[in-house]
T-cell receptor, first 116, second 115 residues
Framework: KAGVTQTPRYLIKTRGQQVTLSCSPI?????VSWYQQTPGQGLQFLFE???????NKGNFPGRFSGRQFSNSRSEMNVSTLELGDSALYLC???????????????FGNGTRLTVT | AQSVTQLDSQVPVFEEAPVELRCNYS??????LFWYVQYPNQGLQLLLK??????LVESINGFEAEFNKSQTSFHLRKPSVHISDTAEYFC?????????????FGTGTLLAVQP
């Protein structure tokens, strides 16, 4: 079974631009969640989508948004990029929605975003 | 507010020595507890989890963790480490039962196994 696939693997953008990251979950997984990983802040939860609906949300500004399609693939969008948005963005999929602890997360290898 | 604290940012240890990576959490609502491992340039992999039942949980590669509710801890241990265990280890807590569910990660502990 293929794992979680994130594209692109690396991305370089300029301040003020916007970016879209893509995540394809493991087949059969309906939950996709997104995380930002930086050396200073560590891993921070952005949001979770389940059956095309945002089910849970972290404490990020509205510039960070996402969506999920009917095939469970998800995209994350960041508008008006800031230097501080440079990070590794990780996507994870699971069978059930967060809070259903019996559904562990399966992570992709991430998209490394650099904002200059 | 809920939080996860990993007290050691880096733990150097010699091969075949025992190791303990510490994790404490604070939450007033129900939690599930996890340890994830991240190898260089990769995503995270689930190492083990505590949902309910026996407070001692084990992984397939020799790690174990014990949930201690009174001390709000979930320390990770291995009696004898290998070079291949070198990685960053993250403790995580799923907080559920409130208005919204969240997965909160600790800041990570880099386990550096030396020959």
């Amino acid at each position: 079974k293929a794992g979680v696939t994130q594209t692109p693997r690396y991305l370089i953008k300029t301040r003020g631009q916007q970016v879209t990251l893509s995540c394809s979950p493991i087949s059969g997984h309906r939950s996709v969640s997104w995380y930002q990983q930086t050396p200073g802040q560590g891993l921070q939860f952005l949001f979770e989508y389940f059956s095309e609906t945002q089910r849970n949300k972290g404490n990020f500004p509205g510039r960070f948004s996402g969506r999920q399609f009917s095939n469970s693939r998800s995209e994350m969008n960041v508008s008006t990029l800031e230097l501080g948005d440079s990070a590794l963005y990780l996507c994870a999929s699971s069978l059930g929605v967060m809070g259903q602890g019996s559904s562990p997360l399966h992570f992709g290898n991430g998209t490394r975003l650099t904002v200059t | 507010a809920q939080s996860v604290t990993q007290l050691d940012s880096q733990v150097p240890v010699f091969e075949e020595a025992p190791v303990e990576l510490r994790c404490n959490y604070s939450s007033s609502v129900s939690v599930y507890l996890f340890w994830y491992v991240q190898y260089p340039n990769q995503g995270l992999q689930l190492l083990l989890k505590y949902l309910s039942g026996s407070t001692l949980v084990e992984s397939i590669n020799g790690f174990e963790a014990e949930f201690n509710k009174s001390q709000t801890s979930f320390h990770l241990r291995k009696p004898s480490v290998h070079i291949s265990d070198t990685a960053e280890y993250f403790c995580a807590v799923t907080v559920y039962g409130g208005a919204t569910n969240k997965l909160i990660f600790g800041t990570g502990t880099l386990l550096a196994v030396q020959p």
